[in-house]
């Protein structure tokens, strides 16, 4: 069974579009420190490497000598400066850890919850309905929707823990395809196939990290 992403109301829509587009900015941001930061790191590290060749030769060799103070000067200058930023940039990635983690409770469970488990009972009500009673029909069915493999997929998806990002890295890869997810909601996607039969499911979650295939 294939349950697609609802239909959202004016405000939902804008509501989403607004937390795709404010997630993009954040990983735009993410992005550039992360390279400033790893074009500091290089810098301080050729010089660290060039401080080791002039050591040896600074004592018989005056310009070696020269050259050692200045690279000893650019050590000094960058160290403290490479320290400060890779705070910040780490302080980012835990926001941008628990950012994605609100997004998915909060923007996305939100707002596909009552649609999925609406598609799921109306499922299980057209195949079924026939075979209850028709003054228990509303109770028997939603009884059975709680209980199915279907929504129990729907539910681990919606229900989704805050994934683990320890660097900026894996951040930036959440945040672009946190984004991306909200983008196929907004455009009526698929997101969760159940097959039955092996009592698994999948759906695209976060597709540029990794594709779940989960048993129930």
Not at 2 to 12: E, I, N, Q, S
Request: aromatic fraction near 4%; proline fraction near 5%.
């Amino acid at each position: 069974m294939k349950l697609k992403a609802p239909t959202l109301t004016p405000g939902k829509r804008q509501q989403l579009e607004k937390t795709k587009s404010w997630l993009e900015g954040l990983r735009a941001s993410l992005s550039a420190k992360q390279k400033e930061f790893g074009e500091l790191a290089e810098r301080l590290q050729i010089a660290e490497t060039r401080r080791s060749e002039l050591s040896g030769k600074a004592a018989l060799d005056s310009e070696a000598a020269v050259q050692l103070a200045g690279v000893e000067q650019q050590i000094a200058h960058l160290s403290p400066i490479i320290k400060l930023k890779g705070r910040i940039l780490q302080n980012d990635v835990e926001v941008a850890g628990r950012q994605i983690g609100a997004v998915r409770k909060d923007d996305i469970g939100d707002s596909v919850r009552v649609p999925l488990f609406q598609q799921v009972k109306d499922a299980i009500l057209h195949a079924n309905a026939p075979f209850f009673p028709k003054d228990r029909v509303e109770l028997v069915v939603s009884h059975i929707t709680m209980e199915s493999l279907v929504w129990r997929a729907a539910s681990t998806y919606i229900n989704r823990c805050a994934p683990q990002v320890p660097d900026a890295e894996t951040a930036i890869k959440w945040l672009a395809a946190t984004a991306d997810e909200i983008g196929e909601i907004l455009s009526g996607e698929t997101i969760i196939t159940v097959e039955p039969a092996t009592e698994t499911f999948s759906y695209p979650d976060l597709r540029a990290i990794e594709r779940h295939s989960i048993n129930l």
